[in-house]
């Protein structure tokens, strides 16, 4: 059974920072697009950040809205995708989900809340 694994989560005011952690038991991890989603209350869940395969070259891709403040990567002797966090704002506020993809294959994790209030 594939388990997708977050942590980081928390409350943290504006302007601050968390890292989100994300580790995973699929197997030859380094081929998967790893991905971190986010879903608010009453909205769709929206695509945060990826970061391609090691084939790829670990290209990486950004929301609109967090471009220049939050920042992907991966360990991949670790099976583990971060998400750095900085300059949070309260519509950052949101469950926080992980996904790994490849192929035709996709697992998610259970999520880790994110609140960002003063």
């Known amino acids: 059974q594939v388990q997708l694994v977050e942590s980081g989560g928390g409350l943290v005011q504006p302007g601050g920072s968390l890292r989100l952690s994300c580790t995973t038991s699929v197997s030859i991890f380094r081929l998967y697009i790893m991905g971190w989603y986010r879903q608010a209350p009453g909205k769709q869940r929206e695509l945060v950040a990826s970061i391609s395969g090691i084939t790829s070259g670990n290209r990486t891709t950004y929301a609109d809205s967090v471009k220049g403040r939050f920042t992907i990567s991966r360990d991949n002797a670790k099976n583990t995708v971060y998400l750095q966090m900085n300059s949070l704002k309260p519509e950052d506020t949101a469950r926080y989900y992980c996904?790994?993809?490849?192929?035709?294959?996709?697992?998610w994790g259970q999520g880790t809340q994110v609140t960002v209030s003063s």
């Open positions: 996904n790994a993809r490849y192929l035709a294959t996709g697992y």
